[in-house]
């Protein structure tokens, strides 16, 4: 089975940029959909983005036009490039294979910090 790592998380200031990577121990060609989710402190996780093996993409609303996640399959990563952060994106993010649901273990997350 292949493991997907997180990474790439900080402490931006708001209106800043980051870009999470999300990094597959194996190939990422196997795996039809990669989500990206977060979780806030205190608050349930949440799905934020997804992309499909045909490169069909969604996005929550909170996120649309701020955030773009993409998939380079020869190096074997998802990525989540977020723009114009605001402290609201404030959660650990993960991502996940998502092809057949949301069971199974979660990885650790990469925590992104946005001040205000």
């Known amino acids: 089975q292949v493991q997907l790592v997180e990474s790439g998380g900080g402490l931006v200031q708001a209106g800043g940029s980051l870009t999470l990577s999300c990094a597959a121990s194996?190939?990422?060609?196997?795996?039809?959909?990669v989500g990206w989710f977060r979780q806030a402190p205190g608050k349930q996780r949440e799905l934020v983005a997804h992309?499909?093996?045909?490169?069909?993409?969604y996005y929550t609303d909170s996120v649309k036009g701020r955030f773009t996640i993409s998939r380079d399959n020869t190096k074997n990563t998802v990525y989540l490039r977020m723009n114009n952060l605001k402290p609201e994106d404030t959660a650990v993010y993960f991502c996940?294979?998502?092809?057949?649901?949301?069971?199974?273990?979660w990885g650790r997350g990469t925590q992104v910090t946005v001040s205000s």
């Open positions: 992309i499909g093996s045909s490169l069909g993409t």
């Open positions: 194996g190939s990422i060609f196997s795996i039809n959909l």
């Open positions: 996940k294979d998502i092809s057949r649901g949301t069971a199974g273990p």
